[in-house]
């Protein structure tokens, strides 16, 4: 895999890449040009993202402007390394495929925390598997991490397919500790995968 250096980051004591590349993909962290196609992307996957991901701030955007405001949100976030939000594209085509989460538990162990989302059209191909074993090895060789966790819903097999084959390990599994907005009780699976797992 391959780090893409340009766009250096000049907000800590080392410069941080602007994104890397895997097989199929691009991925590069979110500029305000971006606004413009973000926003009918939320749209388009609104229903897709409602079950489990309706806190998505993608979920928030009926324009233009909601999406500069997101992605402003996305740059400040990166620039004060508390968050790091990834664009992932088509090399063949630049079309945008799914969105990868990586945020900062504690930057004394260090640990980081794994999301991603598929825009509907282009799930079932593998993508956010390959975006999101391209993002650990961002996390553990660019980020320094000693640990990475992810949280999902113990009704999303898709999501926890993918953590799963990412070598990530279940940890535990919190039941009936979520509400649904129809009423429903699901739980939540907790993942991690260590430094020296990764490099197994
Ligand atoms: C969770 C989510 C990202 C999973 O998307 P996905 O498309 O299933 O994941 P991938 O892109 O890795 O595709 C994997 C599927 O493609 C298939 N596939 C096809 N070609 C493939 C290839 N070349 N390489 C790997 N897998 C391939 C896999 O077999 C797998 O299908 P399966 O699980 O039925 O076996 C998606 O359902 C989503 O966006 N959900 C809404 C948001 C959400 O839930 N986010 C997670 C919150 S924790």
């Known amino acids: 895999m391959t780090i893409i250096g340009e766009q250096p980051d000049h907000s ?9 590349e895997t097989a199929r993909l ?6 305000l040009e971006d606004a413009s196609w973000y926003a009918p992307m939320s749209m388009q996957n609104r229903d897709h993202l409602a079950r489990y991901e309706s806190g998505n701030a993608a979920m ?7 999406a500069a405001a997101v992605i402003q949100g996305f740059i400040e976030s990166w620039n004060a390394r508390s968050a790091f939000f ?5 090399k063949e085509s630049g079309v945008f495929v799914a969105q990868i989460y990586i945020g900062v538990v504690n930057w004394d162990l260090p640990e980081l925390e794994l999301g991603y989302f598929a825009a509907v059209a282009h799930t079932g ?5 390959e975006a999101a074993q391209g993002a650990l090895h961002f996390c ?8 990475v966790r992810l949280e999902c819903d113990d009704t999303n097999i898709a999501s926890y397919r993918v953590a799963e084959r990412c070598g990530m390990i279940r940890e535990g599994h919190l039941r009936e500790n ?3 907005a129809d009423g429903t009780l699901t739980g939540t699976l907790l993942y991690g995968l260590l430094s020296h797992e990764f490099d197994s």
């Open 12 to 20: 800590g004591s080392r410069d941080i890449a602007s994104g890397f």
């Open 26 to 31: 691009w991925l590069r962290r979110y500029r």
């Open 60 to 66: 928030g955007i009926t324009t233009e402007a909601d």
């Open 86 to 90: 990834l664009g992932a594209f088509r």
């Open 125 to 129: 191909q593998g993508f956010v598997t």
């Open 140 to 147: 553990f060789r660019e980020l320094g991490a000693h640990r």
């Open 178 to 180: 979520h509400r649904h």
